[in-house]
């Protein structure tokens, strides 16, 4: 099975940093400041040793997040 990654629904995110906190690996960082005209950070994957673990996921409280196979994230 492949591995899957996180790819994020920026118009659900509220850019409250769950993710970041919660990734075992630190594979997440708020960076992303092109999404809207307030140019507020949104998560981003920043490494590509995101483990497949899900936990951004699953604690993300707007449910903005979704994990997909890794050849879907091109």
Do not use: H, W
């Amino acid at each position: 099975m492949a591995k899957k990654t996180p790819t994020f629904n920026y118009d659900l995110c509220i850019s409250c940093s769950i993710c970041v906190s919660v990734c075992p690996i630190s594979s997440l960082e708020m960076s992303r400041t092109d999404i809207d005209e307030l140019k507020k950070a949104y998560p981003e994957l920043t490494e590509r040793q995101c483990t497949g673990c899900g936990l951004c996921e699953k604690n993300c409280p707007m449910e903005a997040i979704s994990m997909v196979e890794a050849a879907q994230c091109a």
